[in-house]
């Protein structure tokens, strides 16, 4: 059974950081890509990174480029986001999302919560 956990979701003031974890397991996760997709209150999904099975390839959301990173470490089957300078518009539930193919979002994590608020 694939299993994403997520971790790492906190209140943090405008300007901090927070680290986000997602523990994989039931698949082989060094060959699958990996998603954050967030989704703010009130509003839809949006798509935030992308790292590619092996971390060597990464893309980000423009709302977000230059200040979140993601990263991955296939020995512990896990993929991280970190994230710097928060603004408010930051506050969403993040999940960690498995690319099933070709930016298939096939499968998900129960999400965590990040709010950016002073």
């Known amino acids: 059974e694939v299993q994403l956990v997520e971790s790492g979701g906190d209140l943090v003031q405008p300007g901090g950081s927070l680290r986000l974890s997602c523990a994989a397991s039931?698949?082989?996760?060094?060959?699958?890509?990996s998603h954050w997709i967030r989704q703010a209150p009130g509003k839809g999904l949006e798509w935030v990174s992308f790292?590619?099975?092996?971390?060597?390839?990464?893309y980000y959301a423009d709302s977000v480029k230059g200040r979140f990173t993601s990263s991955r470490d296939n020995a512990k089957n896990t993929v991280s986001l970190q994230m710097n300078n928060l603004k408010p518009e930051d506050t969403a539930v993040y999940y960690c999302?498995?690319?099933?193919?070709?930016?298939?979002?096939?499968?998900w994590g129960q999400g965590t919560q990040v709010t950016v608020s002073p």
């Open positions: 999302v498995r690319d099933g193919g070709k930016w298939d979002f096939a499968y």
């Open positions: 790292i590619s099975n092996s971390g060597g390839t990464t």
């Open positions: 039931g698949f082989t996760f060094s060959s699958s890509s």
